[in-house]
Every structure is written in C-alpha cells, then in structure tokens.
Nanobody
Framework: QVQLVESGGGLVQPGGSLRLSCAAS????????MGWYRQTPGEQRELVAT???????DYAGSVKGRFTISRDNAKKTVYLQMNSLKPEETAVYYC???????????????WGQGTQDTVSS
C-alpha cells in the first residue's frame, strides 16, 4: 500500500512563510512527477506547483517568485516553501504524486490527506 503523508501546515500572518513536506511510503518502485495543489470551500482544486523526477518545475502564475517546490528522491519527499503568503491563499493544500507501485510495476496517481494552511492576522 502506498501513502502520501503531509506535514508543516498551520496558521501564519500575512507576509509570513510556511514550509510543507510530503513523504511517500509503501511498496514503491519509483516516483514520477510530484506536486502541490490547493482547494478552498466551493472551489475546484487548483495546481500550485509540480516537479518532475529530473527536477524540472512548473508553477501557477500567482505563486511564481514566492513559492519554491523541491524534492529529495532518496527520501521520497517533496517540499513546498511558501513565502510572502496572502490571506486569499488560505486553503487546504494537497500533495500529489505519480508512483510506480510494487509488485505490479503499474503507475498510479496518489493524493495526500491535505493540510490546512491559514493566512490571517
């Protein structure tokens, strides 16, 4: 069984920073793209940032220059450093990963449970 476990969310003041982590565990052969998405009540889940196994990154336009996605392949972990946070970025942040599972060697898409990040004074 494969799991994605997130950590690092919480409450921060406007202009502050948070660092999210997401670790994959289980019977894993390999991991392709990993990413972060966010969702607010009544809205669709939206892409925040992704990173390939080779380290190529992609960001939503609204977070470019403020957020940084990175990964540690040995630890099967993806990170999201969020700086200069805005109140409208209050959301549940979800980790996502494309994982080659063992023993089937099939590729499947996985989501974390989500972590609430609140930006408020």
């Amino acid at each position: 069984q494969v799991q994605l476990v997130e950590s690092g969310g919480g409450l921060v003041q406007p202009g502050g920073s948070l660092r999210l982590s997401c670790a994959a565990s289980g019977y894993i052969l390999g991991i392709n793209t990993m990413g972060w998405y966010r969702q607010t009540p009544g809205e669709q889940r939206e892409l925040v940032a992704t990173i390939t196994s080779g380290g190529s990154t992609d960001y939503a336009g609204s977070v470019k220059g403020r957020f940084t996605i990175s990964r540690d392949n040995a630890k099967k972990t993806v990170y999201l450093q969020m700086n200069s946070l805005k109140p409208e970025e209050t959301a549940v942040y979800y980790c996502n990963a494309e994982i080659w599972r063992l023993p089937s060697a099939r590729l499947a898409n996985y989501w974390g449970q989500g972590t609430q990040d609140t930006v408020s004074s």
